[in-house]
């Protein structure tokens, strides 16, 4: 009996999955802590039991994820050198991330926060702030979920697989383990992903090589944009669309530090030095990275069209499906379906730990701080359980009730709408100068100029015609000022720069009337806190999935006694 | 920087384990018997003082032990300047908007880019090595 290339696929793509989902339900014992804790910290922030290796796959995952190997291929598919935008967002991100993940490692583990809103709370003296830079997450997070689940259904489509249970079914399988193994399940899972993904493109590479090499992927994409209409898209940046692409860089790079899973996955690790080794090392995912895009250019070379396009009809199809039509077109079966399988994992993952730090935002910052603030840790550890599981399901809903051209906008929106909590977050590392006040009115005056803007840029076609109304793009064009250039910028840039104005300007004046100037609850030595010192919180305090172990009087001490002498 | 209100007691952090068991401690603590009871009132320095927090944040106790201030220094050694490379090479963007030279028939817009993450790695590298010795 001979199975139909389509068959093998499936077929192989099934058994990888199942394979991985069973590692995600054994990842409740893996490295598992002397003794079993029923809060937030272990659940969370799968704790300090993550070395090297583990943080430097639990990072990668989660903060390259599907989205990204199948959206940016398909930009440059799309559009060309302005998709290549990922690449040195990526690669700055890592430098960035060496100077100063490790204070907000040293502070959140002196401290105790598993959120950079109960940082900011605290840096700040607000619990308001805190709760605003909260929900800015929560509401910048669910969607940004929904386009890795866009991602998996894009796949799916591919697949042939009709209907939307699939996705529900994956989804249902990866929320079940994430429910057991908390953290570990994503991190165990991670590194499964990254075997699978190097495999992907080592194999394309291959495939490229054999089939002349990339200079004749570039050339026949450079002569297939020459013909479309739009001035825009090509092989390198048209000489107006470097702003753009600058500060898209910029913006993104912001971002990534605004949204609270890249800090989830820092606060996993070890100690100092480990997040210093692991952002070192986080540019090679950049390289990876770029092969997939360059991948969109093979892709038009090769004359792999996305699923339900009609060219002759000026029907461009579902651009999501790129990366899985490439590789159905040139992979073996049985290879396809490996590629596959790391795509559906490399949504799920993020996915996973995405709905991990919303929950622990509003568990710490929403439940503990205004509901229930003598909520008992194992208390807090259920409600994050069961809000991570209502945020996944909750995006997926967002997804398949609103059309899913429409949840990549909103992933546009998010992104800049979390940046606005920079100031906040990110600058509230280095000084706590800022006054609160002035923090919440910026943030808000941010997320209203975001807003706005993004509601008033349209999509437009390839001939200017607009395609949809609102919400169809991200970049601000420089003519509404009144400046005589075709230039644009990234709104959640611009909207962050008016942010930053109105907090310094309102700073100074709040200052100068030493006007309700908030407390710093933090010491400047917890930014240099380490692994060995005993009065550190220990994050694995708490819990990851269900309990296997009797607790409380019974339960087993084997608490090493150096270097943490403090229990 | 000396902070005046360090003067304060050390209430430990309730742990979800010892359920009534006393928190193991350490030479120089406050054992539970010693714990006041209210909080305590000094005044709250609102400038850039510790205001208590009746939550779970530990208190430190006036004795700590010694806590290598080194690292301090580790961190705003003048080497980090470095990083203004890797950071800086990607924003250069008119620099590397062109085609040629290309290698292996990739444009030079896309190698340089590449190129970048390498030189990232390496900067990267080099700086945790040369911080680490002081550990």
């Known amino acids: 009996m001979k199975l139909s290339n389509h068959q093998v696929e499936v077929g192989v793509f099934v058994v990888l999955l199942g394979i991985m989902t069973l590692a995600g339900f054994a990842a409740a014992r893996w490295r598992r802590p002397a003794g079993s804790i029923h809060n937030l910290e272990e659940w969370g922030v799968g704790g300090r039991a993550f070395g090297n290796w583990v943080t430097w796959f639990l990072l990668g995952g989660s903060m390259y994820s599907a989205y990204t190997f199948v959206a940016v291929p398909a930009y440059t598919y799309g559009i060309g050198a302005v998709g290549f935008f990922a690449i040195p967002f990526a690669i700055i991100c890592a430098p960035i991330a060496y100077l100063f993940s490790c204070r907000i490692w040293s502070v959140s583990h002196a401290r105790g926060y598993v959120t950079n809103a109960e940082f900011a709370r605290d840096r700040y003296g607000s619990r308001t702030l805190g709760l605003f830079v909260a929900l800015t997450g929560i509401v910048a997070t669910v969607p940004y979920i929904s386009v890795q689940l866009v991602s998996l259904q894009a796949l799916f489509k591919t697949l042939g697989v009709q209907g939307d249970w699939p996705l529900l079914v994956a989804l249902g399988l990866m929320s079940i383990t994430t429910f057991r193994s908390g953290l570990r399940a994503p991190a165990l899972l991670s590194i499964a992903k990254d075997v699978l993904l190097v495999w992907v493109v080592l194999s394309a590479v291959l495939v490229v090589a054999m089939s ?203 992104g800049a709408l979390v940046v606005q909590i920079i100031p906040a977050v990110f600058i509230g590392l280095i000084s706590p100068w800022f006054h609160r006040w002035a923090l919440i009115v910026g943030m808000l005056a941010g997320l209203g100029a975001s807003l706005y803007m993004l509601y008033n840029t349209p999509q437009l076609s390839a001939t200017g015609k607009v395609v949809v109304a609102h919400f169809g793009g991200s970049n601000w064009p420089l003519s509404k000022f009144g400046l005589d250039t075709h230039s644009t910028v990234y709104a959640g840039l611009l909207a962050l720069v008016l942010n930053f104005a109105i907090v310094i300007v309102l700073t100074m004046v709040l200052r100068l009337f030493s006007l309700g100037v908030g407390a710093d609850r933090t010491h400047p030595d917890d930014y240099y806190a380490d692994a060995d010192d005993p009065l550190l919180e220990r994050l694995d305090d708490l819990l990851d999935g269900l309990p296997r172990q009797p607790h409380g009087a019974h339960e087993r001490h084997e608490e090493p006694v150096a270097p943490h002498g403090y229990r | 920087m000396a902070n005046p209100s360090y003067g304060r007691a050390f209430v430990p952090r309730p742990r979800p384990l010892e359920h009534g068991a006393p928190p193991t401690t350490r030479p120089g603590a406050y054992t539970p018997a010693q714990r006041p009871t209210g909080r305590p009132d000094a005044r709250p320095d609102r400038r850039h003082g510790i205001v208590e927090s009746p939550r779970r944040t530990p208190q430190r106790p006036p004795q700590r032990p010694a806590r290598r201030v080194r690292r301090r220094d580790d961190d705003r050694r003048a080497v980090h300047w470095l990083l203004i490379i890797p950071i800086g090479m990607p924003l250069l963007v008119p620099l590397y908007n062109r085609i040629d030279p290309k290698i292996a028939g990739i444009p030079f817009f896309y190698w340089y880019q590449m190129a970048t993450a390498l030189v990232a790695i390496v900067v990267m590298t080099f700086l945790y090595q040369v911080t680490k010795d002081r550990d």
């Open chain 1, 212 to 414: 002349g090499g990339w200079g004749a992927a570039f050339d026949l994409s450079a002569a297939r944009f020459k013909l479309t209409p739009s001035p825009a898209d090509g092989l390198i940046l048209g000489a107006d669309g470097q702003l753009g692409y600058l500060t898209l860089i910029i913006g993104s790079a912001l971002s990534i530090f605004a949204y609270p899973h890249a800090l989830t996955a820092i606060l996993a690790a070890k100690d100092r030095a480990t997040i210093k080794r692991n952002t070192a090392a986080l540019p090679i995912y950049a390289l990876a990275l770029a092969l997939m895009a360059m991948l969109g250019f093979f892709a038009i070379s090769e004359g792999v069209v996305p699923l339900g396009s009609n060219f002759a009809k000026g029907v461009t199809g579902d651009l999501n499906t790129i990366t899985p039509e490439l590789f159905h077109a040139l992979f073996p079966a049985w290879s396809a379906g490996i590629a596959y399988a790391a795509i559906a994992v490399a949504a799920l993952i993020p996915a996973a730990v995405m709905a991990i730090s919303a929950a622990n935002l509003f568990t710490r910052s929403i439940y503990r701080e205004y509901i229930r603030p003598n909520a008992s840790p194992r208390e807090e550890a259920n409600v994050s359980r069961w809000t991570s599981l209502l945020v996944k399901f909750g995006a997926a809903a967002l997804l398949l009730l609103i059309n899913p051209g429409f949840s990549t906008e909103l992933q546009l929106l998010a």
